[in-house]
């Protein structure tokens, strides 16, 4: 690849699942081309990793939330805080399911985030299928999936107004690296038409089967696999399964700091 795409990483800020872990964060991946970051969710933990590692929070241009468990967003107001308190001045695009727009405001006001204070625009946006940061060398493909369907019965009883709104986000730069982050999933098969041809699948394991997981690489493999958002008591089964797939030399057990280079072949622990 040319010197530009070695300059494009993915990193684990948040490799745990919706039961915390004493070690390690909730969900949380930044996406770092050139100068550019981008953020895809931000769970308990996130905003400390990310100065912890030594990213600039003024290269922040977008955040993108898959669905609103607390697992997958309850940092989000401290990095809204945060550059707040830093006297940010250029526009931050936070990208939410459409369900959450109003109450995610409302929330920020009862947080004394009053976006009228702000030095900063807070641009908040719906998530559509189609999204083009304003890095115009990313794209990101949205796609619904069925991770919050269980809950339909207690919408539907207790007259909520919740959309059941999850998202997928497959992930395109130059026109030719291409990552999927899966967020929560229902199962595979929500994401099984977007498997083929890509550079990095990360993939959360908390609802899931291994086996179909086998079957899938086989069928669709993949540059590299970082398996993620597991508990700590389900460590031993991911390397156990890593040890023994045939497709061992693709799949990584994430961790926090775990950083891909998608120019190279590297993944680096910090």
């Known amino acids: 690849m040319n010197e530009i795409a070695t300059e494009i990483t993915w990193t684990v800020l ?11 964060n909730c969900s949380g991946y930044l996406l770092r081309f050139s100068d550019s970051l981008t953020l895809f969710d931000c769970g308990s933990g996130v905003t400390r990793a990310f100065l912890q590692r030594g990213f600039e929070p003024d290269c922040l241009e977008n955040v993108f939330i898959s669905h609103t ?3 997958h967003i309850s ?12 006297k940010r001045t250029k526009p931050l695009y936070l990208y939410l399911p459409q369900e959450a727009i109003t109450s995610f405001a409302s929330f920020l006001s009862a947080c004394y985030l009053f976006r009228e204070k ?28 069925t991770h919050l369907s269980k809950a339909a019965t207690q919408i539907k ?12 986000f497959l992930i395109t730069l130059q026109d030719r690296v291409r990552v999927l982050y899966s967020a929560d999933i229902g ?47 389900d460590r031993k089964e991911l390397e ?10 693709c799949l990584y057990l994430a961790e926090d700091g775990m950083t891909v280079n998608l120019g190279t072949a590297d993944i680096a622990s910090t």
Do not use: W
């Open 240 to 249: 156990n399964y890593i040890a023994h797939s045939l497709h061992r030399q």
């Open 69 to 71: 468990h607390a697992d």
């Open 75 to 86: 940092d989000l107001p401290l990095l809204v805080q945060l550059l707040y308190n830093l």
């Open 187 to 233: 199962s595979l098969v929500d994401i099984a038409p977007y498997l083929g041809a890509l550079d990095l699948l990360v993939l959360e394991t908390f609802h899931i089967d291994l086996g179909q997981l086998e079957q899938s690489l086989q069928a669709n493999p993949a540059k590299r696999v970082l398996l993620t958002h597991y508990t700590d008591q």
């Open 14 to 24: 948040g490799s745990s699942s919706g039961i915390p872990s004493p070690t390690r």
């Open 118 to 145: 702000f030095s900063f625009d807070l641009r908040l946006r719906p998530i559509k299928e189609i999204q083009s940061p304003e890095n115009g060398n990313i794209s990101v493909r949205t796609i619904l999936n």
């Open 157 to 168: 009883e207790f007259d909520y107004p919740n959309r059941m709104e999850c998202y997928s």
